[in-house]
């Protein structure tokens, strides 16, 4: 083999093995905070509603834990037409919990990465929007994002690139969405069994929360579990205790 076609093909293997770096890093998932400590991140998805979030925070508020809220931009978007959201999502950011990025419409994105990106785009624009209404700068990278369903398939790395944010937030998923259908044992059940060092969990903006969420943080809290989110500056702010990983 000649001379010149050795190096071209050490110089191919050599690019593939870049670029997949490159494609890595930039399409990354995470699915909790790498840490020895016994703490948790919670996070609520599919509001801001005025009345499931004001009542999830109330909880949240007792037994001083701090979430972070996944929000989709068609609910966001009534921040300065409706007084009952603008009052419940101003309390998120006053009370020290987290604003993300859920997408605009929640819908399947595959093969969609062009609206995708635009949807992803506006929804950290209104975010960043309401943060600066209430005093705060905040840059798009350290807006959180988790896909709805918790999609991920080839060609997000292109969307991240294009949105600016370093990962894609995952967690555990239980079926708490169902409520009365799963009900309270059993969501309980599904988060216990789930439960390890800085874990996150995915639940969602729902009127059942109410019912199983007293018990699951009042337990946790007796055997020694701290709650972190994205709220910088704070001692509640997850690098506090480590970085994100999957």
């Known amino acids: 083999m000649k001379k010149s076609i050795k190096i071209l093909i050490v110089f191919t293997i050599l690019a593939g093995f870049i670029f997949s770096l ?20 919670l996070t ?22 701090k979430a972070t809220f996944f929000m989709t931009g068609v609910n966001l978007e009534k921040y300065d037409s409706d007084p ?14 987290s604003l993300g990025n859920h997408s605009y419409y929640h819908n399947k994105y595959t093969n969609n990465q062009t609206q995708l990106v635009k949807e992803l785009n506006d929804v ?21 994002i988790r896909m709805p369903y918790l999609q991920y ?3 997000l790395g292109y969307v991240q690139k294009k949105v600016g944010n370093p990962y894609w937030v995952r967690g555990y998923l239980g079926t708490d969405y169902l409520g009365e259908e799963t009900g309270k044992d059993k ?10 060092n800085g874990k996150i969990l995915v639940a969602h903006t729902r009127e059942y929360a109410k ?23 704070t001692n509640h702010y997850y690098q506090n205790y480590g970085k994100l990983g999957s």
């Open 44 to 65: 609520f998805d599919d509001g801001p509603s005025a009345t499931e979030d004001w009542e999830i925070m109330n909880i949240l508020d007792q037994y001083n834990v």
């Open 22 to 41: 490159c494609s890595f890093k930039s399409n990354k998932e995470v699915g909790k905070i790498v840490t020895k400590e016994k703490v948790l991140m």
């Open 187 to 196: 969501i309980l059940k599904q988060y216990y069994s789930h439960l390890s």
């Open 124 to 144: 950290n624009n209104l975010i960043k929007g309401i943060y600066e209404q209430n005093g705060i700068s905040i840059e798009t990278k350290d807006i959180p």
């Open 84 to 97: 009952g959201i603008k009052k419940v999502v101003d309390r998120m950011i006053k009370d020290g919990h």
């Open 211 to 233: 019912v199983w969420l007293p018990e699951f943080l009042e337990t946790l809290q007796s055997e020694g579990y701290k709650f972190a989110n994205f709220t910088q500056n």
């Open 153 to 155: 398939y080839r060609g």
